[in-house]
C-alpha cells in the first residue's frame, strides 16, 4: 500500500531536519533516503509546502548543487548568503562544492508515496 502524500512531506521535513550546518543535500537524494528513488520532484513540493516551518529547506539543492530553491527565500542571493554564513563554498558556476559540503541522509526502507 503506497503512504499519502502528506506522510510523505513529512517523512521529508523530519530528513531536511536533520541536515547539519555546513552541510548540503539534494532533493533526489532525501527521495532515495525515503525509498523512492524517482520522487525528488515531490520533495520539492514538500519543501515549498514547508513555507513558515523552521526548517533549513536552504540546505536542499539540486544534483549539481545548484540552488534551485532560492526563488522561495525571498531574494535571488539569500539562499546563497545562508549557505556561505554557514561556511558553504561555491564553485565558479555558482553551485557548491558537493564534494566537501554533501551531507548523505541514512537510508530508509519504505513504499513510495503516491504521485497524484
Request: hydrophobic share 35%; charged share 25%; with cysteine.
Amino acid at each position: 500500500m503506497k503512504e499519502p502524500k502528506s506522510d510523505f512531506f513529512n517523512r521529508v521535513w523530519d530528513v531536511v531536519a536533520e541536515i547539519p550546518s555546513g552541510k548540503v543535500t539534494t532533493y533526489g537524494q532525501i527521495a532515495e533516503a525515503l525509498g523512492a528513488r524517482r520522487s525528488a520532484r515531490m520533495v520539492g513540493w514538500a519543501l515549498n509546502a514547508a513555507s513558515g516551518m523552521a526548517l533549513p529547506c536552504h540546505r536542499v539543492v539540486n544534483r549539481f548543487g545548484g540552488l534551485s530553491g532560492s526563488p522561495h527565500f525571498g531574494g535571488p542571493h539569500i539562499m546563497e548568503d545562508i549557505l556561505k554564513g554557514e561556511g558553504i563554498s561555491f564553485d565558479d558556476e555558482g553551485c557548491v562544492v558537493l564534494e566537501k559540503h554533501l551531507w548523505t541522509p541514512p537510508q530508509s526502507s519504505t513504499e513510495e508515496p503516491d504521485k497524484d
